[in-house]
């Protein structure tokens, strides 16, 4: 069975199964801001385990061990709520004879106070100076852990009153015949989130299986929005993904934004305003930060807040600055809110400057590969993702195809801004040149011989050959001139490429394929969407139509939500999609991916 994984903003509680105990698996717990606050949270009736009849997220019903033979007596139904901060599990006893009953239940519970990413690697952590204390406070537990300065609390309580211990509650009920009896236990971990407006009503759609995984797209990313503090109230985007991603990540948050822009355009409000006010303002290697560079993830943990690890404000990403431009100029062109566009005109000149920085120097946008964080700062960031067709690594500096697609169309976009909106028609015309001219080079050094698009430049300036789906981020960029863009277009929906559920990050049968691999093989939903837009633009909307009702297919088999990825193996193979072993779900990009399709196919 599938973990669980329950989400409301940055809480996030991790089950090894639906309505399971916590503490099965080294990962369970209840999470906030990336620090798990409830590591254990184990049931037990007259000290022994019950027998699960059947779960969900929310809701499970279970049995104490009888006899085989033997009905039980009574029946424990475990209905859990998930909201910011905080979480309350109810337990009703239903009685199913005729005499009353003594029942004696309670909970063992613990909280470790781990971080993320301790749990996610291998490494170990020397945190031998904290101090952690379990404290009994009238009808309270409160668990507490200090390091460096770095506080975290949780506190439970019980309705009614419990038995609390520095590790557990109890109760003795008396169950009366053929009736019911009910406790809770509450355990609030960190700030409660500020409230957020109400979703607006879900757009209408004629076609059944898009309107489910449109429903469940929204959905997800309804409860996926975050805060950023020190930000007015109402101001939120979406995070990344469940369960390791539940904050704010540069380039995922604004390709969500793009995608949900003409049916959550508060999102992308949120998202620009959100970025604007972390972007880079000095030199820092440590965290790859530059003036002007949108930052790649803020994290709020204990690792990432006393300098561990590097992510506490990372600015490891080529892309996520040219994003937040195009992302603007669309926003501004959808809404026309002048007010959101004169406001952010220091942010986004300050963001032109880097990424024309870049391009004077090197000619292209590229990422250094041996910096702090991540090797591949690209929307492919894992070690491995960058590779030529026979399999070889590409070196730094690297200059992926994409990032240059995505700086043409913020380019653009920012010219337009500057002669309609901040009157700057000088400004507006120098723009567009440097974009165009981007064009230019692009079509000189990254068309392959098979007339597709190359993965990327290496350090040296060597192609990297690689057939790979970044193409169809390119495809929607605009960057491709008419002719190129057909025949593009036209290979991306070839069958090495498109494995009947979506479109592979790599074409199969290249030496560096793995369907099982991250980047190298696995289909990802938004990287399918962008492929689905950019054939519609390329006026190829069969072959678009054809792809997206694979991916349609796929969310079907899984209560109509796409996760963050799936397999590479074909359609052909197996009678449904063969699931990633790690993917995220919810996921911020896959959630929004539907919508792409609605826009694109509607």
Known sequence: MNPSVTVAGTTCLLAAEPGADLGADRLD???????????????????????T??????????????????????T??????????????????????????????????????ADQFELRSDRVFDKS?????????????ILTYERRGFQRSTTVTAAPTARLTTDGADWTLTLPPHGSASVSLTVDAGRPAPPMDASPPMPHVARDDLARCVRRGLADLDALRVTVPGLPTGTYLPAAGAPWFLTVFGRDSLISSLFALPYRPELAAGTLRALAACLGSRNDPARVEEPGKVPHELRFGELATLGDVPYGRYYGTVDATPLFLALLAAYHELTGDDVLAKGLEGPARAAVAWVCGQLDARGYLTYRTDGPGLVHQCWKDSADSIAFRDGTPAAGPIAVC??????????????????????????????????????????????????????????????????????????WSGILADDWATAVARRLA?????????????????????????????????????????????????????????????????????????????????????????????????AASPLVLLTALG
């Open 29 to 51: 717990g209840l999470f906030v801001d990336d620090c798990r606050h409830l590591s254990t949270l184990a049931l037990r009736v007259h000290g022994q385990p019950l027998r």
């Open 129 to 141: 100076d904290a101090v952690r204390t379990a404290t009994l406070d009238g009808d309270r537990l």
């Open 76 to 113: 424990v139904h475990r209905h859990r709520e998930v909201t910011a901060g905080r979480l309350v599990e109810t337990l009703t006893l239903q009685s199913y004879v005729g005499e009353p009953q003594a029942v004696r239940l309670g909970y063992h519970l613990a909280a470790d106070f």
């Open 402 to 475: 994409e990032a240059q697609g995505y700086a043409y169309r913020g380019l653009l976009g920012t010219a337009r801004l500057a002669e309609r909106v901040w009157g700057d028609a000088t400004w507006a015309e120098e723009l567009s040149a440097r974009a165009h001219a981007l064009r230019a080079r692009f079509a000189a050094d990254f068309r392959l011989p098979d007339g597709f698009v190359a993965l990327a430049l290496d350090g040296s300036g060597r192609v990297v050959d690689a057939l790979a789906s970044n193409a169809g981020h390119v495809l």
């Open 494 to 590: 070839e069958d090495d490429f498109f494995s009947g559920w979506g479109v592979r990050t790599l074409a199969e049968g290249q030496a560096p394929y793995h369907p099982l691999s991250y980047h190298r093989g696995g289909v990802w939903p938004h990287d399918t969407a962008f492929a689905v837009a950019g054939l519609v633009a390329a006026d190829r909307r069969d072959d678009a139509a054809r792809i997206a009702d694979g991916l349609l297919a796929a969310a079907a088999h899984s209560d109509d939500r796409l996760p963050e990825v799936l397999t590479g193996l074909s359609r052909t193979a197996y009678d449904g999609p063969v699931p990633y072993p790690h993917s995220c779900s919810p996921q911020a990009w896959a």
């Open 53 to 74: 009849l059947r779960s969900s997220e929310a809701r499970s019903v279970s049995i104490p061990d009888t006899p085989r033979g033997s009905n039980p007596s009574y």
